[in-house]
């Protein structure tokens, strides 16, 4: 963690996304009116002292609906992660230890989700499920599996087959010793650059979805539905995209920022024990 | 310099000495109008799904009678018609020596087949319509007769628009799969080329029957337009007419565009499903029918544009019933008051609005409008898709307060049926009260020239919209952005036409 914080851009990244992660949590609470108040006295109205960022087309404050939309986005994003990782990573590691039947079948399942479109299968999945975030982002989740799969595997492979874990077997180490002590440190790093990286993919899922309408109960605030309403009124407003548009930008760019410092503070280490 | 090059740039110096001589009267350019809208689910008017679809159906086929600017039927390709006593029978005699775009004439035995084929082709969906005429014969080469099942005065109205376009004969017994995409009809325009879910360019036919009001010689079809960037499509003439919404009215006009607004039989609805609690009890559904803030709907989702009714039909029509101008006026307290009434503290009552997603801004603002008389109301958005509303709505019949709205038909007795009829699509209760059924059936009885048809009309409206628990929100009015160089549109309510307007050469205004 320190070596990420002396990396720059880690640090820049690392600064932005607990920024955004501490508008997210402490958001309603600051926001100056509810997210969801509609004043037809003041509709469509650009910044001013009232509404820094204006009001949307239902005279709803724009800055009080972003910071509401905050934790929405964010949670959707970590929930459609959370689901990969678990779905990705456990049969990733499992699958160089249970035998051939359980690896071949894996293997196959996870080429098959590969072959499947994101937005296609989220949008099909809230068809079948109802429309909600949850039901998309679990679809997503799925979809994003593989990746969590194939590095956990591509990591855990040359360690199962080395000779100090090979020993340590057959000293009689139980399997969850030799995942733990010998595995789990080496897969780790590559699984926490994935998990960053795939943050930044399932943020700009979840806002195209949202862009889309699909997985929004309305009046509830989302990044991506902003988006989609301040496209409709450019005319009145037509700086309204602005905002909403940076924030997932810089946003998903910070997670890949933080992959990215990630992978060489880490890549770094253990360049540096090889040489020694 | 080849031969054929050489030949090129004669004949081009030749074209533009033409068009030098001609652009003196009237532009040898031929009038070419690019026109965005969507392309209709089907050319051919049998398997057409849409009401919306009669605006482009309507370039390539003429019906048999058509809709004046009131919507009136008028002749079409039948000169005039002639009922038999009792209205069980009508004979339509047809103009002399037309032909369809394939040359073949268009005589009573073309009309007969044509009609049958509604009746009969296994995917038709005009099957309905049609069933109140159970046979047409030929009474000699202008003059067909249509028996009816019951006394029906409403056939004139009936076969205006997709019921009553007559398509070829020679091509749909050629090959009836074809036409979806290569219609072959009787219309002011046919078809020169089609690309599906793209464009169809349509050029005029000069045996339309009134190709004198057509100056459009070129009609390109243009769809799928994005909204947010459709006036700016027109500004930079990648288009000359388009739809709008109300809200973007001002935005047209601020890029030195026209707008046209015209009164159509648009008017947007809310079914409730009064099978469904809490909505069984009367008190609740006509609390609702009160909390609805209509003109504010208008005002903040269409920019102000539309009127508010209670019926459905716009103020013009003959239908239009004008006893019923404040039928459900807004009055919140009266709202609380009916729920109390029927036991319903504030907060206690839940319901859901269903609304399809490019409606959600009005779904939220009657949200708070009910919120306010004390009904916590959670929105469900149906997913786009082509039977999703279908699914949830009309055939699933799961929504409570469904966001609707009817496009209208061209028989007003068409357009009731199906908001309040006991099968009606959009009466989701699925139930009509006797005294509704009776007073539908004396308008059918009824003439339409006879002089008491609008007052008996108007009175089946009336019962129809004291009965229904499904009420009218408001019109919805055709808003059209054009481009300078094009003359104003006719106003029309039941459809675009093209009669009478003219494109000027570019540069130039109307």
Not at chain 2, 355 to 383: F, H, R
Request: net charge negative; with cysteine; glycine share 8%.
């Amino acid at each position: 963690m320190r070596a990420i914080l002396r990396h720059r851009l880690g640090a820049a990244s690392v600064t932005f996304l607990l920024l955004v992660a501490l508008l997210a949590v402490v958001g309603p609470w600051v926001a100056p009116y509810d997210p969801l108040a509609q004043n037809q006295d003041a509709l469509l109205q650009g910044p001013s002292a009232a509404h820094w960022l204006g009001t949307d087309n239902l005279g709803r404050d724009e800055l009080s609906r972003l910071l509401a939309g905050s934790r929405l986005s964010l949670l959707a994003a970590l929930e459609a992660v959370l689901v990969g990782l678990v779905l990705g990573t456990v049969p990733g590691l499992l699958s160089v230890y249970l035998g051939r039947v359980f690896e071949w079948t894996t293997l196959r399942v996870m080429d098959a989700f590969v072959t499947l479109p994101f937005l296609v299968f989220a949008v099909a999945m809230t068809a079948l499920l109802g429309n909600g975030l949850t039901q998309a982002m679990l679809a997503v989740g799925i979809l994003v599996s593989p990746a969590f799969y194939r590095v956990t595997r591509a990591a855990a492979f040359p360690v199962a087959g080395a000779q100090y874990v090979e020993a340590a077997r057959l000293t009689g180490a139980p399997a969850w010793f030799v995942l733990r002590r010998h595995v789990w440190p080496k897969v780790l790093p590559a699984v926490a650059v994935t998990t960053a990286a795939t943050l930044g993919s399932s943020l700009v899922i979840v806002s195209s979805l949202t862009f889309l309408g699909i997985g929004i109960q309305p009046p509830e605030p989302t990044w991506g539905g902003m988006l989609a309403t301040s496209l409709e009124y450019l005319f009145q407003r037509p700086t309204a995209p602005l905002v909403p548009a940076l924030l997932v930008i810089l946003t998903v760019g910070a997670c890949n920022g933080l992959a990215d410092a990630l992978r060489d503070v880490t890549g770094s280490r253990e360049a540096r024990r090889v040489a020694a | 310099m080849s031969r054929l090059a050489r030949t090129f740039a004669l004949l081009t110096a030749l074209v533009a000495v033409l068009a030098g001589c001609a652009g003196v009267n009237a532009g040898a350019a031929p009038q070419t109008l690019k026109w965005g809208f969507n392309l209709p689910t089907s050319w051919d008017p049998v398997t057409s799904s849409t009401g919306n679809d009669i605006n482009t159906i309507s370039l390539v086929y003429a019906s048999l009678t058509q809709l004046d600017e009131k919507g009136t039927a008028g002749p079409g390709l039948a000169e005039s018609w002639e009922y038999e006593a009792g209205g069980t029978a009508v004979t339509f005699a047809l103009r002399p020596g037309l032909t369809f775009t394939d040359g073949t004439p268009v005589d009573a035995e073309a009309v007969r087949q044509s009609l049958l084929r509604g009746k009969t082709q296994e995917n038709s969906l005009l099957k309905d319509q049609l069933s109140t005429i159970t046979d047409a014969t030929v009474v000699d080469p202008t003059h067909v007769r249509l028996q009816l099942a019951a006394p029906d005065y409403q056939i004139p109205n009936l076969l205006a628009g997709k019921t009553g376009a007559i398509v070829s004969p020679k091509a749909f017994t050629e090959n009836a799969a074809a036409i979806p995409t290569a219609p072959v009809g009787a219309g002011p325009f046919m078809f020169e080329s089609f690309v599906p879910e793209s464009e169809a360019v349509l050029v005029k036919n000069p045996g339309y029957w009134n190709a004198d009001a057509i100056d459009v010689e070129r009609l390109e079809l243009t769809a799928g337009t994005d909204p947010t960037s459709v006036i700016a499509a027109v500004q930079s003439g990648a288009l000359d007419v388009a739809t709008i919404t109300g809200r973007q009215v001002e935005q047209a006009k601020a890029a030195g565009l026209e707008v046209d607004v015209v009164d159509s039989f648009t008017v947007t609805q809310v079914d409730v499903h009064a099978g469904l609690a809490p909505l069984t009890d009367r008190r609740v559904v006509d609390a609702l029918k009160y909390a609805v803030d209509r003109q504010a709907i208008i005002d903040v989702t269409n920019g102000g544009v539309g009127n508010v009714t209670y019926q459905p039909f716009p103020q013009g029509y003959v239908a239009y019933n004008p006893e019923l101008d404040q039928a459900f006026a807004y009055d919140p307290g009266k709202a609380r008051a009916l729920l109390a009434e029927a036991g319903y503290a504030p907060g206690s009552l839940d319901l859901t609005v269903t609304v399809n997603s490019v409606s959600q801004a009005t779904a939220e603002l009657v949200q708070q409008q009910l919120q306010a008389v004390g009904v916590n109301a959670t929105i469900k958005v149906v997913p786009p898709g082509s039977s999703t509303w279908q699914q949830e709505v009309y055939l699933g019949r799961k929504a409570q307060f469904a966001l609707d709205g009817t496009v209208g038909r061209e028989s007003p007795v068409q357009n009731l049926t199906v908001v309040y009829g006991p099968q009606g699509l959009m009466n989701t209760s699925k139930e009509s009260s006797p005294e509704f059924l009776a007073a539908l059936d004396e308008v059918r009885r009824t003439p339409l020239d006879d002089p008491r048809y609008p007052a008996v009309l108007q009175n089946a409206v009336k019962l129809g919209v004291e009965m229904s628990p499904s009420f009218s929100l408001g019109t919805s009015p055709r808003i059209a952005v054009r481009n300078p160089r094009v003359s104003a549109l006719p106003h029309f309510l039941s459809q675009y036409r093209w009669e009478g307007v003219t494109v000027a050469a570019p540069g130039s205004r109307a």
